[in-house]
């Protein structure tokens, strides 16, 4: 039963982080456009649109578009 | 005298150099089209973010500051095929938005404890029935209490504080009950869990606290996509005015950058976008949106203007008031203050539900420890099964009845082209069994219609439209737009006043006043609708008259019928004159109708109703009825409305046909049907489990698993609402 000191612990640990990883994708902005994510995931365009790259938008926080109300 | 659009008003700056706008774009539904925005905008140098939202329809652009003018975005987009405009969020949808933000942080938290709570609690109601040794339960129901504790008190903030405001206005609403069973059941699991007591509730009150957020958040997030959609559509009206800069400069600027004090330059053909008073120029204008009067008036050298009022012939001067200067404004808004007071009254059934049942649950606990104390338990039992009943009849269930209907139901209504205003709208357009309607606006439509049109040879009439098109009379407009026209007509001369001319191929082409075309005679002869402008048209010798009026929506007549087929009393109540109300309600088959009516007097038609009994619906449009509006029991406004009424209105509608007042009426009836019934679940969950629980037999699994069986049972049954209504006319 010692085993609980590290799993129990390890459990709240990953749940943390999980709740952390959600309260920054809100606070980034991530739920104001729920409609437009789910089409931009299955965009095929090729060419080098700054904003349609999944990526590129990543890197940089600024291409969030940031909460309105600031 | 030049024109140059500023946009200034909306810009913002972003920081490090760069400047921001936020568009409202119409049209946006798809992929492809957030893709060839996006792509569209970008490809204009020195732009650094053009991001769509889909979701909200709208477009945040940033640049590098100075390098480029706003106004630029808009015309790429129109090049695109995309109508936009710069948007200003309003106060009332930054409440929303942070609002709907917080409700998700708290639905966040909750559901991170409710799963390691339940984490924890799972092995101790294993173990309770193996061989778990009781330091071990202690351990998981501390861990539980770190878990919970702080997680309650951060997501039950919406609970507790709407509870303090109720409690503190000496009222009563939902979340009273609510914060009572939670604090309890948390308190409670303290004290037992510091005695190494068996049973904790921690499970039990997170998980009601994750349920209950969702419903709120659900009911929130429609309130908020509503908003926007509002929010956009008013952008998208793109009101503006042209505000003297200079002597003989003039910029055309947003109404929301224009100060009282300042001068407009309203042409004919133009809406006024504000209030003031005309100090040059003489006009007839049409005050329609207004007093609901369709006849024009004529404005000179101090005739108040308000907004919504459409110039008709001649340009005017206005220098622009401050809104309580105007006395027509500060009549209505001192009849809308007092009827907005009256309405507060209106207690949501939610909160009437919450009035009979917190007593009686509380009633029930008490009663629970004493009968158990005086059974001969202990007083510490016999808390303990006080609380568990508290706990168990917790209104998760209850809490969920109406919100979770009232989000899909609102969406349903968002489909048939209605917009909520208020919260508890549906539930009062439900109970509504008369509806009174305004005359102009609301029964017809804003825009002027070419009733005869079908009288005309189809080549006469396209001509007659590419001449209007050289026109600024809104009745040439309207010609225009009749017959399609497209190419206006080179060379043609506006006469003010009269009417333009043209000449094409020899032949002389007139579009105007009935003697500016020749056309008296034929005048005389026919028997004219009382209602319409007339317009004559001449080409060469042969010549044709043209019947300009507002016409009656075209779904008009059946949704008359399908109202009386639902047993709903109809009247119409309007400030305009006796024969024109009167034609109308004889084409629609309203016997009951008011003609020349005032503000006041709506007012006090609407009390006398009430008198009676009955629960109204009023549907008007004009500034005039904005008092009604918020003195009827519900209300409705299309979005053409005046901004004063289509505020006040608790719902708004969309689009040229009247039939979403029918179809919101229906839903709102099956929705409170729905309501009703999800609450009599909810009572009749607690019915089943009151007795369990003053049994004392309750364990915390037993809590868990009722509570969230009743809480998706009352769920399910919400999704009822979403099915396709019947065929409504």
């Given amino acids: 039963m010692e085993i609980l000191v590290i799993l129990v612990p390890l459990a709240l640990m990953l749940g943390g982080a999980g709740l952390v990883a959600f309260l920054w994708s809100l606070r980034s902005g991530q739920y104001d456009d729920l409609d437009g994510a789910a089409w931009r995931a299955i965009s095929d365009d090729d060419d080098e649109t700054r904003s349609l790259q999944p990526g590129a938008a990543a890197s940089s926080a600024k291409d969030w578009p940031r909460p309105r109300a600031r | ?729």
Avoid at chain 2, 534 to 547: D, Q, T, W
């Fill in chain 2, 1 to 729: 005298m030049q024109v140059t659009r500023d946009f200034s008003h909306y810009v913002r700056d972003a920081g490090e150099g760069v400047q921001h706008i936020d568009l409202a774009v119409e049209g946006v539904h798809c992929a492809g089209c957030m893709a060839k925005i996006e792509r569209g905008l970008s490809a204009i140098p020195d732009v650094t973010l053009a991001r769509v939202n889909l979701t909200d329809h709208r477009v945040a652009l940033e640049w590098k500051a100075g390098t480029l003018d706003p106004g630029r975005f808009i015309d790429r987009l129109e090049e695109l095929g995309y109508k936009a405009y710069p948007f200003e969020t309003e106060s009332a949808e930054v409440a929303e938005v942070a609002e709907s933000r917080f409700l998700l942080r708290c639905l966040g938290v909750a559901a991170f404890a409710t799963m390691n709570v339940m984490m924890l609690s799972i092995p101790v109601w294993s173990g309770n029935v193996s061989d778990m040794l009781p330091e071990q339960r202690d351990f998981f129901h501390w861990l539980s209490a770190l878990i919970a504790l702080p997680a309650a008190a951060y997501a039950g903030q919406p609970f507790f504080r709407s509870a303090w405001r109720a409690l503190s206005a000496k009222t009563t609403n939902m979340d009273v009950p609510i914060s009572i069973g939670v604090i309890l059941a948390l308190g409670m699991s303290v004290v037992e869990t510091i005695h190494h007591a068996e049973h904790a509730y921690f499970d039990a009150a997170i998980m009601l606290l994750t349920f209950l957020l969702v419903g709120r958040f659900l009911d929130q997030n429609m309130r908020r996509r509503t908003r926007a959609v509002a929010g956009n559509l008013a952008a998208l009206k793109a009101e503006t005015a042209a505000k003297f800069v200079g002597p003989d400069e003039i910029s055309q600027v947003p109404v929301a950058a224009i100060h009282p004090g300042d001068i407009v330059l309203l042409r004919p053909g133009e809406r006024c976008a504000v209030d003031g008073t005309v100090i040059e120029g003489r006009s007839e204008i049409d005050q329609s949106l207004i007093t609901g009067e369709t006849l024009y008036v004529t404005a000179e050298q101090g005739t108040p203007v308000y907004a919504g009022s459409m110039n008709i012939s001649g340009s005017l001067r206005v220098r622009v008031a401050a809104a309580s200067e105007a006395t027509l404004l500060a009549e209505i808004t001192r009849l809308l203050d007092h009827a907005l007071q009256a309405r507060s009254r209106y207690m949501r059934l939610a909160d009437r539900a919450s009035r009979l049942y917190a007593p009686v649950v509380h009633a029930t606990a008490l009663l629970t420890i004493l009968g158990w104390v005086i059974a001969g338990a202990s007083w510490h039992d016999a808390i303990v099964t006080g609380v568990a009943v508290l706990i168990i009849t917790c209104p998760c269930a209850l809490g969920l009845a109406i919100p979770t209907v009232q989000t899909v139901a609102s969406g349903a209504m968002f489909k048939a082209g209605v917009l909520l205003n208020a919260g508890d709208a549906i539930e009062r357009l439900a109970e509504a069994d008369h509806v009174i309607f305004d005359k102009t606006g609301t029964l017809t439509l804003p825009d002027l219609e070419v009733m005869n049109a079908a009288d005309i040879p189809a080549d006469i009439f396209a001509l007659a439209g590419r001449l209007a098109l050289s026109s600024h009379h809104p009745v040439a407009a309207a010609v225009a737009q009749a017959a399609g026209a497209k190419s206006p007509i080179v060379g043609a001369v506006e006469e003010s006043g009269q009417g333009v001319r043209a000449t094409v191929d020899g032949v002389e082409l007139r579009l105007g006043r009935p003697s500016f075309c020749g056309a008296e005679t034929l005048v005389g002869g026919a028997t004219l609708d009382p209602e319409a402008s007339i317009v004559a048209f001449s080409k060469g010798n042969e010549k044709f008259i043209l019947s300009v009026r507002q016409g009656l929506r075209p779904d008009a007549q059946a949704v008359i019928t399908a109202l009386k087929a639902r047993n709903i009393g109809i009247e119409i109540l309007s400030g305009d004159r006796e024969p024109a109300v009167q034609a109308a309600a004889h084409v629609l088959g309203i016997p009951e109708w008011r003609a020349g009516v005032t503000p006041a007097d709506k007012i006090a038609r609407i009390e006398q109703l009430k008198q009676r009994g009955a629960k109204m619906l009023m549907v008007g449009d004009g500034m005039n009825d904005a008092p009604s509006l918020a003195a009827a029991h519900v209300s409705m406004s299309p979005i053409s409305a005046a901004h004063l009424s289509q505020a006040t209105a608790d719902l708004v509608f969309l689009g040229r046909p009247l039939v979403p007042v029918v179809a919101a009426i229906d839903a709102s009836r099956k929705a409170l049907h729905l309501m009703r019934q999800n609450l009599w679940l909810a009572i009749g969950y607690n019915v089943l489990a009151v007795p369990v629980a003053i049994s004392g037999v309750v364990t915390p699994l037993i809590a868990a698993a009722a509570m969230s069986g009743s809480s998706i049972l009352v769920m399910l049954n919400s999704l009822r609402a979403r099915s396709a209504s019947r065929e409504i006319v």
